[in-house]
Structures are given as C-alpha cells and as structure tokens.
C-alpha cells in the first residue's frame, strides 16, 4: 500500500489536467479510495502521469531475435546490464535483449508493452521471451492477413469460417488481437511479388484483393468483438506516393473500427525518390474526420537502428536500396518477415521527410486520442529515445533548430517548419498513456481513477522534456515501486493479456487435414499451451452469432 | 625514458589487457602501472601479477616476453609507440587511431582491426583478419598502414575501407573479402579467393593469382598512383615496382558477382 501525495497530476482518462490530487494504492495492486498506515510518496512540485503504454513495438520472438543475432557491431558498442543481486544482465542497443528490455521500458515509465507482430509459429518463442521481460505487462498481436488457410477462405466467401479460423488461431497463439501486415502482399512475396494496389487481385488467387482482406478482416475483428481492433500495416509500405494506397486502404475500412500502425511510413508524396515528399496533411485531415480510426506516428529519429517487418517484399526492396545486410525468414504459409540494419541520416532527404512526417502527424492530427507515441521500435528509432520525441513535440524551438539542420532541399517537401503547436503534458499523457491503452481496450491501464491498475511515473518537473521524460523520480507498477531515484529497486514478473473469442467447434477438425496438408509442424504440437503464459489473464469474448 | 614490461611467465589463458596502451600508462608512475587491472580469463589480476614493470610516465612502452596469449595489447591507443619483443597475441592495435606499433617476433590475429589511423611493423608472420572489421560492422580499417614482413593468414584487409596493408610473405585465402577501399600491396602473392566480393579498393601483387572467375581482364598499364605509392613506401623499405621498363600491372576489375568496382593489379616483369 502507497499513497502518493502532493503531486500535480495528469489523468486524461479522467480529465484530469494538472490538478494537485492524492493517490491511494491498495493492497491488491490497484487505486482505492483511501489506506492508512503505509508508506507515503511526496510528490509535492512533481509530475504525476499513469503509466506509459506502448500500442505498437517489437520487443520478442523470432524476427527481435534474428536481429540481434544480425547486429553483433551493435552489442560491442552499446549499454550494457551488468548483473547485481535483483538486476540480471543483457544488452540495450538498438535489438535490446529480454530483460533489458524491461528495465528499459520501466526506466522510462512505461509499464504496458503490445508486441505488435507475432506469426503463430513463433507464438511459443515469444511467449517465452516475453516472460523474460520483467516488470511491463504484455499484449501480442497475431499476424493474420497473409494467413493462406484463411485467405482460401475468403477467397471462396466463406465469410463464418475465415471467422472461425481467425479465432481459432487468435486462441491457438494466445494472442490479444489481429495484426494485418501489407494484405496480401506478403502472400504474393512468396510468388516474388507485392500487392501495391488495394483493387488488384494477389498473386495466387483469383478475385482476392488486399482491399477484400482489409474489409473483411476488419469486420471479422469487430464481430468477434475482439478489445482491440485491427491492427493495420497498411499496403505499400515506405514508398514514394503511398499516401493514395494508404487513403483507399481508409476507404475499405469505413464503419469499421481500426488502427493504423505506424502511419508516418504511409503518408508520402510525390512519385519517386527524388520527389517524395510529406502528405501527412491529407492523412490527418481523414484521421480529423473520422474518429473511428486510431493511429501511432511511427515517428523516425536519426541514428543507427534495424527495420524489422514482417513485410518480407519491402525488406528486400530496402536492402537493394542500402545494400547492407538483409534477413529473411521463412514463416510458412502464415506470413513473412524481413530484417535490414539502417541508419537514418539528417543529409538523407528521404530519411529528412520521413523524420518530419512522424512529428507533423502527431502535431496535425487535433485529437490525442487518436495519434500515439512511437517510433515502431525499433523500425523508426529505438523505443528508450521516446523522450525524444516529447521533447520535439513539447518545445517549437527545439524543433525550429533540427529543422534548421536538415538539407536545404527539404523545402517544399515538409509541412513541419508552419507548425506552431506545442504538445501540452496533458496531451503528452494521453498520447503515451491513455490513449493507447483505450486503443488497446486495456480500460484498467493509463487511468489513474479508482479500481484501475496502479501503474504511475512520477517525474520530477524540469525545463529539460527530455531529460525529464527519460530520468522518472519513482515508477511504480501494479502497486510496487519499481524505480526510486534512478535505480530499479524491484522487477515483478508482468501479466500477459489473452482473449478467448469463440469459434465454431468443428473448427479443429475443419483445421487438421489443411494442417496436415501444408505445414511442417504437427497440428497437436501447434497451439501454445496456457500453461506456457507467465500471468496470463484472459479476457472471454462473446459471440454475435 | 620508456616503461619496460617483461612478461613473467606465459598465463594459462587468455590475458586481456587493454591497458597496454601509451593513453593509460603515460600519465601514470610505477605503482600505479602495476597496479592496473588486467583480466586473466574471467579474473581480474594486477598486471603486476604478470608483468616486471620498469619506468613510468612515458608514452613508450617496450613489451618482452611470449605474449602469444596477450590480447588487445595498444588497444584504441592514440599515440606514442609499443615495441613487442617476442610473440604477440591477438587484436593488437585494434582500434588504434595513433602512434606506431613494432613487433620483432610473429604476431596472431586481428591485428589492427578496425584502427583508424597508426602504423603497425610486424617483423615475423602474422595471423589472419589483418584490418579487417569485426564480424558484423560495416568496415574494417579505415586509415593507417599495417605492414608485415612475414606471412598472413585469412580474410586479410576484410571489409576495409581505406589505409594500406603490405604483405612481405603469402597471404592465405580471401585477401580483400568485400573490400570497400584502400590498398593491400602482395609482395609473395595469396592463395585463393584474393579479392572476393570487393566493392572497390586496391589489391597489387608482385606474384601470379589465381584470379576468380568473378574478375574481368581489362588491359596491361603502368597506373600513375603505384608510382606515388612507391616513392612513399620506400621511406619504409619496401620496394614496389613500377617502371615501364620493369613490366607492367595487368589490371583485373571486380568482383562482378556483388557487382564491384575493386580492381587487382597482378605485376608482370619485363
């Protein structure tokens, strides 16, 4: 039991901007009215905000474990854990190991983590490495829209059994949600093509297009009332001109919940390398008009870091482009993944537009609600630099001067040098906090009202955003304090969030024979046992059936 | 003055000791050298529990001894000199950005990987991985001049990007692999694979190659640069040819299968 007093806190949740408020943690981990008799935190001219939650990163399984083993420059040069008595040892870096990636996270007052990205063949891996990630609580996504067992089935309208294949594999990954990377598009790599255009049908099959997938996903989704809803990497990812594909892919979605990851690599101009530029304007003016979409900035800092999708075609494209080193796995018939080590450079004025389209999203897109915190760790920058970015959205000087040392030829290409607003700490926290864990359906997360999960960060206020946002005074997860004056003094095991939804129970035996059929595992072998999820909590879903 | 070193007796493993650096010591009086931590295998140990040390403050070192088993000896180091009597073990001089380095015995590998700048005189042979970049970096040396008397094992030059190596004896298989600039001088010649999957760079040798097949012919000349390079190189002794009325260089461009812009430049006496 905690009770923090004094503090001026932010609580979007609740709309709460800065008042001066008492917080009372009980014993089980959570807000409570009041508690006598315990250990009180003062936090008097200190900042208090709930908890970070990051809606979209890549922090385990198989691709995070490819790339670590592909930067070993990387580990030479970077943070290193040293073991102490509570602490185990590991890595920061651009591909942090496991346990780091917690004290990481923790470090900076995050304590909600959804790893965005998991094939159901490496379900089991990321499970397991996930467990080994203290201290932050757990959501997976599973990747669905290259699934060929369900693509054959939309292929062939049979709308109720892609549904059932869907929950069928969201329960056999213990997964929290659908994730859709480039529909269809990963399908046609397999055939060594893409899917650029939402009306074309994908290689392999007949009349599907990546606009069918989109849709009915979508639907799919919503009808097995899943918390979170789609979660969209849209098609043509990082291309010169994909604002259009990005805008049609919208089309498809409307009356649909969804969220678009990482839009900032969908929000380009122009129709080649030479003439890309920012179309971020038009992106948030769809964003501004319709509030059934959510979003993450994808935002780009420069530096050193490696792309990790699983977008196999534009992986490959990206290593012709830099023509470093390029992994490719082979995930069967469920998906693709690529990984390219890259370096963004201000001198790069592809990577300058990239850079500036993170920020003018988070900056044109009114609602915070709507746009959240993230650079796609590590795809845009790694996660442990998210101060930042607050730092760039909080302070339009600060800006001014990094856009004064982008290349003249930026000009004309960004929208950013007219942008004036500043990000208040009340939007900082809903766009890092309660934003994304409303996104998430995690409606005990990034709240600080009574009965929700007791995860805050207290800062201590500074003029210096970033070295504020990234030096956290106390952080406290699920009741215990965690960091206390810089140093990680407890690493709980986190909890991992699963979903149940229902599916038709012929399921298994419609799955077999394909399974038999196609893949190189055992179909017995295949779902991953609950037993195997650290804390599991699950959430049963209901059926509109 | 100088700080002398003399090794006690060879360690049962691997003694890592980065501290044998002309940045550490010049600053530092007797006690404190000896004093400095070395790790020997996974134990921390002063160095004096290895090594006999004489003088202080200096930024010349004299290391005696079989340090076959001495690793990491002028480690990043930027200045003044270390002269090695005896065996040398590997990544000496790795990272150097400064200074010389002179070994009168044979050195291991990995010696001057990664260096930045610095001149590294290996009297004996040396092992492999000369210049080269640890695995996984994008490049290897990237100024500097590492010359070795004697032989050198694999992957010389690997991922290089600028600077020179010079090899007195043979050099074994894949000399220059994915080369990105720079310069390796064979007086004795290679074994296979010289050159694979170089990008661009510089590989002259004074013997016959046995080329890839990923190389192309391109024509016999007398490049005006080998001039400059051998007036240069011959303030260290070391003699290249280039004289018309010597021979002439048959150039072969490549690799073509990445595909590269390196060339080698094969001697062809008059």
Redesign the interface.
């Known amino acids: 039991m905690i009770k923090i007093t004094g503090g001026k806190v932010y609580d979007p949740a609740n709309g709460i901007d800065g008042q001066i408020k008492d917080l009372c943690v009980g014993k089980d981990g959570t807000f409570v009215e009041a508690v006598d008799g315990c250990r009180t935190i003062d936090a008097s001219g200190m900042i208090v905000f709930p908890g970070g939650v990051d809606v979209h990163t890549h922090v385990a399984g198989g691709a995070m474990n490819f790339a670590r083993a592909m930067t070993p420059e990387d580990h030479r040069r970077t943070q290193a854990f040293i073991r102490t008595q509570s602490r185990r040892s590991g890595l920061g870096g651009m591909a942090p190991t496991t346990f780091a990636t917690g004290y990481l996270y923790a470090g900076m007052g995050f304590t909600t983590v959804n790893e965005a990205a998991v094939p159901v063949l490496s379900a089991r891996h990321t499970h397991e490495e996930l467990a080994d990630i203290p201290i932050v609580d757990k959501t997976t996504l599973t990747l669905m829209a290259n699934n060929e067992i369900m693509l054959d089935q939309m292929q062939a309208g049979e709308y109720e059994r892609a549904k059932n294949v869907v929950a069928w594999y969201l329960w056999a990954a213990k997964s929290y949600g659908v994730k859709a990377v480039n529909p269809g598009g990963v399908a046609a790599w397999k055939w060594g093509l893409d899917a650029k255009q939402l009306s074309d049908p994908i290689a392999g099959y007949s009349s599907l297009t990546p606009g069918k997938i989109v849709t009915m996903l979508a639907t799919i989704c919503d009808d097995l009332q899943l918390p979170h809803p789609m979660h969209l990497h849209c098609n043509n990812l990082g291309a010169p001109g994909n604002i259009s594909t990005t805008l049609d892919t919208l089309k498809h979605l409307e009356g649909h919940r969804a969220h678009i990851a990482h839009s900032q690599y969908h929000a380009y101009g122009g129709d080649s390398w030479e003439t890309m530029c920012s179309a971020t304007t038009q992106l948030a003016e769809y964003f501004n008009t319709h509030p059934n979409i959510t979003t993450d900035a994808g935002a780009v800092l420069f530096g050193d870091t490696v792309t990790i999708t699983a977008d196999g075609p534009w992986q490959h494209l990206l290593y012709k482009l830099t023509g470093r080193k390029w992994g490719n796995l082979d995930v069967e018939n469920e998906t693709g993944c690529g990984i390219v080590p890259y370096t963004y450079r201000p001198s790069n004025l592809v990577n300058a537009v990239q850079w500036a389209s993170g920020l003018e999203l988070m900056l044109l897109i009114k609602n915070p609600w709507q746009v959240f915190l993230s650079t796609d760790h590590p795809n845009g920058g790694c996660f442990w630099r998210y101060p930042e970015i607050i730092q760039l959205l909080m302070c339009a000087d600060f800006r001014k001067e990094c856009i004064a040392k982008l290349p003249d030829k930026i000009k004309g290409k960004i929208t950013l040098p007219e942008i004036d607003r500043e990000y208040t700490l009340y939007e900082v926290a809903t766009s890092m906090s309660a934003g994304p864990a409303r996104a998430l359906g995690l409606l005990q997360k990034g709240n600080l009202g009574i009965g929700c999960d007791a995860d805050l960060v207290i800062y201590e206020e500074e003029v210096d955003v970033a070295r504020m946002f990234s030096h956290p005074r106390y952080v406290i997860k699920g009741g215990e304090v965690v960091i206390e004056d810089g140093d990680i003094r407890e690493t709980p095991h986190g909890r991992e969030f699963l979903v149940k939804p229902s599916y038709a129970p012929d399921t298994d035996e419609f799955m077999r024979p394909l399974f038999e059929d196609c893949y190189t595992m055992q179909f017995d072998n295949y779902p991953v046992e609950l037993e195997r999820i650290e804390n599991p909590k699950i959430l049963e879903l209901g059926t509109n059936n | 003055m100088t700080i002398t070193l003399h090794l006690k007796q060879p360690p049962a493993v691997p003694l890592e000791s980065e501290v044998l650096s002309p940045d550490v010591l010049s600053e530092l009086s007797n006690s404190e050298i000896r004093a400095l931590i070395i790790y020997h295998g996974k134990r921390q140990v002063p160095l004096e529990e290895f090594f006999d040390v004489n003088g202080e403050r200096s930024d010349q070192l004299v290391i005696h001894g079989d340090l076959n088993k001495v690793r990491w000896i002028g480690r990043g180091m930027s200045k003044g000199t270390i002269t090695v009597h005896g065996k040398v073990g590997m990544h000496l001089g790795a990272y150097m950005k400064g200074g010389r380095i002179e070994v009168h015995g044979d050195a291991s590998d990995w010696i001057g990987a990664e260096m930045k700048n610095g001149f590294i005189h290996v009297h004996g042979n040396a092992g492999g991985q000369i210049g080269a970049a640890?695995?996984?970096?994008?490049a290897g040396m990237k100024n500097g001049t590492i010359i070795v008397d004697g032989s050198a094992g694999l992957e010389v030059g690997m991922r290089m990007r600028r600077g020179t190596i010079v090899l007195g004896g043979i050099a074994r298989d894949f000399t220059g692999l994915q080369m990105k600039g720079g310069t390796v001088i064979l007086q004795s010649g290679a074994e296979i694979r010289t050159g694979a999957w170089m990008n661009r760079g510089t590989i002259i040798s004074l013997k016959p190659l046995q080329m890839m097949p990923t190389f192309a012919y391109a024509n016999d000349f007398n490049p005006t640069f080998v001039n400059v390079y051998a007036r240069q190189l011959k303030q260290i002794g070391i003699n290249l040819p280039f004289a018309r009325s010597e021979g002439t260089y048959q150039r072969y461009a490549g690799d073509l299968s990445v595909p590269g812009k390196g060339e080698i430049l094969v001697w062809q006496p008059a």
Do not use: E, F, I, T
């Open positions: 640890y695995r996984g970096s994008l």
